[in-house]
């Protein structure tokens, strides 16, 4: 395991580099769009695997936007090129401030982010989800969308992560999920963003993994998920494909027609050598997943962390060497990896003894959100919220039920016209956001940092 690398060698670079500054001219960012084919991703016509790690400092207990924060984006992009990553999976952000510097930063490094939009305060109630499912909280959902819908390096949203867990009970949510993804689709729609994919990330549970896979890709288009995740920690090392279940889950999502990939894997119970990385990109599986996000980078009170953080240094943990030899014995797969290019929409899961919807209906938006597909959502609340108080009690909730089809695009509104009301907000062009000058100075400060840390171990 190395030693610490402190932002020392950052310094030095930005010394080295600030002279070029005013001579750098704006450039349009040449990371592609990542879109949806059958049940694969692709990228400037390429298939797309993700892989990637799930990137919070600081966890639920220390709640910070990372994406936010330029410094650290210098001290972890240099690690994550180090691992070989194309994606990096964040649970909260603060969407009343601006992530140029970090998104760019990230985009030079040919990194894509993977965002939930929900965070503490502004997500729906497993316990009563319908009070929840309100105005207020869409609102944060859509700013949250308008923040980093112009990034060509924003891969996918989550509408939700985890919100049916392993009590029946929880699964009586999955209505509303489902009709946040719609009303995301949309909102991404109607204010003329690109197609940026929307699904959601479900817990590994055996009762209702697959029915809740189903469950979002039934129905019509506009309410079904561009794609399925789920959290898998079923292979600790040492394992196999067999031994831990894998081969099954495959077995079982063989004929369905979204993308699926792992939002989490990793599993910690012994020492993690990441045994599972040549499965999941070796070719039992590409036909059906398309890769997956390890758990997580940061050292945190679980104890699943790659490296540890302490201020503007970063140690390397053994887990960290584990999964860069992982990675580096296991190529990317080359062609389409065997992806269907069609395929049928799945069946509703019908009500049961573990999953509760008796029905296919979807609550209806809720009458104070639908001016948003018009207006724009304005000014997020960021992560403290209004005054603290969140959405889940604000009021306003869905009295309704949708008719079918009532998510489809009209495309009534104009990206970035109102979707923002200072320059705190997203990227307010409808054009990819150009490379200014400092994110550019930022990728060069990455490579020269790295290579003068390099020769300081």
Same mark, same amino acid.
């Given at each position: 395991?190395?030693?610490?690398?402190?932002?020392?060698?950052?310094?030095?670079?930005?010394?080295?580099?600030?002279?070029?500054?005013?001579?750098?001219?704006?450039?349009?960012?040449?990371?592609?769009?990542?879109?949806?084919?059958?049940?694969?991703?692709?990228?400037?016509?390429?298939?797309?695997?993700?892989?990637?790690?799930?990137?919070?400092?600081?966890?639920?207990?220390?709640?910070?936007?990372?994406?936010?924060?330029?410094?650290?984006?210098?001290?972890?992009?240099?690690?994550?090129?180090?691992?070989?990553?194309?994606?990096?999976?964040?649970?909260?952000?603060?969407?009343?401030?601006?992530?140029?510097?970090?998104?760019?930063?990230?985009?030079?490094?040919?990194?894509?982010?993977?965002?939930?939009?929900?965070?503490?305060?502004?997500?729906?109630?497993?316990?009563?989800?319908?009070?929840?499912?309100?105005?207020?909280?869409?609102?944060?959902?859509?700013?949250?969308?308008?923040?980093?819908?112009?990034?060509?390096?924003?891969?996918?949203?989550?509408?939700?992560?985890?919100?049916?867990?392993?009590?029946?009970?929880?699964?009586?949510?999955?209505?509303?999920?489902?009709?946040?993804?719609?009303?995301?689709?949309?909102?991404?729609?109607?204010?003329?963003?690109?197609?940026?994919?929307?699904?959601?990330?479900?817990?590994?549970?055996?009762?209702?993994?697959?029915?809740?896979?189903?469950?979002?890709?039934?129905?019509?288009?506009?309410?079904?998920?561009?794609?399925?995740?789920?959290?898998?920690?079923?292979?600790?090392?040492?394992?196999?494909?067999?031994?831990?279940?894998?081969?099954?889950?495959?077995?079982?999502?063989?004929?369905?027609?979204?993308?699926?990939?792992?939002?989490?894997?990793?599993?910690?119970?012994?020492?993690?050598?990441?045994?599972?990385?040549?499965?999941?990109?070796?070719?039992?599986?590409?036909?059906?997943?398309?890769?997956?996000?390890?758990?997580?980078?940061?050292?945190?009170?679980?104890?699943?962390?790659?490296?540890?953080?302490?201020?503007?240094?970063?140690?390397?943990?053994?887990?960290?060497?584990?999964?860069?030899?992982?990675?580096?014995?296991?190529?990317?797969?080359?062609?389409?990896?065997?992806?269907?290019?069609?395929?049928?929409?799945?069946?509703?899961?019908?009500?049961?003894?573990?999953?509760?919807?008796?029905?296919?209906?979807?609550?209806?938006?809720?009458?104070?959100?639908?001016?948003?597909?018009?207006?724009?959502?304005?000014?997020?609340?960021?992560?403290?919220?209004?005054?603290?108080?969140?959405?889940?009690?604000?009021?306003? #909730?869905? !009295?309704?039920? %949708?008719?079918?089809? +009532?998510? =489809?695009?009209?495309?009534? @509104?104009?990206?970035?016209?109102? /979707? &923002?009301?200072?320059?705190?907000?997203? #990227?307010? !062009?409808?054009? %990819?956001?150009?490379? +200014?000058? =400092?994110?550019?100075?930022? @990728?060069?400060?990455?490579?020269? /940092? &790295?290579?003068?840390?390099?020769?300081?171990?």
């Amino acid at each position: 395991m190395k030693g610490s690398h402190s932002l020392l060698a950052t310094s030095v670079a930005f010394n080295a580099v600030s002279a070029l500054a005013g001579a750098l001219a704006p450039r349009q960012s040449s990371i592609p769009t990542v879109s949806v084919q059958g049940n694969a991703f692709f990228a400037g016509g390429n298939r797309f695997y993700i892989r990637g790690i799930d990137y919070q400092p600081g966890g639920s207990s220390q709640l910070a936007d990372p994406i936010a924060d330029a410094t650290g984006c210098q001290r972890d992009i240099p690690e994550f090129q180090k691992l070989g990553i194309n994606a990096v999976r964040v649970y909260s952000v603060d969407n009343s401030v601006n992530h140029d510097t970090c998104m760019n930063a990230l985009a030079a490094a040919g990194i894509y982010l993977i965002l939930d939009v929900n965070s503490p305060l502004y997500s729906l109630n497993r316990e009563d989800p319908a009070p929840s499912y309100n105005p207020t909280y869409l609102q944060s959902v859509f700013a949250t969308i308008d923040a980093f819908a112009n990034y060509p390096n924003t891969l996918a949203f989550f509408s939700g992560n985890e919100v049916i867990n392993e009590t029946t009970a929880s699964t009586v949510t999955a209505p509303y999920i489902k009709a946040v993804t719609r009303d995301m689709k949309q909102y991404i729609g109607d204010r003329s963003y690109r197609k940026i994919p929307v699904g959601y990330s479900a817990a590994d549970v055996t009762t209702n993994r697959y029915e809740t896979a189903e469950y979002m890709n039934c129905g019509t288009d506009d309410e079904r998920s561009d794609f399925f995740a789920f959290n898998d920690y079923s292979w600790c090392d040492p394992s196999s494909y067999q031994v831990s279940g894998w081969d099954q889950k495959v077995a079982l999502f063989s004929n369905y027609s979204l993308p699926i990939f792992l939002s989490e894997y990793g599993c910690n119970t012994n020492t993690r050598s990441f045994q599972e990385v040549a499965s999941l990109y070796g070719d039992q599986m590409t036909p059906v997943y398309s890769g997956g996000l390890v758990y997580e980078y940061s050292q945190e009170s679980n104890d699943y962390g790659l490296v540890t953080i302490s201020g503007s240094s970063v140690s390397e943990r053994p887990d960290f060497s584990a999964l860069e030899t992982a990675f580096k014995n296991t190529p990317m797969p080359s062609g389409d990896g065997g992806y269907k290019q069609n395929g049928a929409i799945s069946q509703c899961p019908s009500q049961s003894s573990t999953w509760l919807p008796g029905s296919d209906s979807l609550p209806a938006m809720p009458a104070g959100a639908v001016q948003y597909l018009n207006q724009g959502a304005g000014a997020g609340p960021g992560l403290k919220g209004n005054n603290g108080d969140g959405s889940q009690n604000a009021g306003g #909730a869905s !009295s309704a039920t %949708a008719t079918v089809g +009532s998510g =489809a695009v009209t495309a009534t @509104g104009t990206a970035g016209s109102a /979707s &923002s009301t200072s320059s705190k907000g997203a #990227a307010a !062009s409808m054009r %990819a956001p150009e490379m +200014s000058v =400092a994110p550019f100075v930022c @990728g060069l400060v990455v490579v020269l /940092s &790295s290579m003068i840390g390099a020769s300081l171990l």
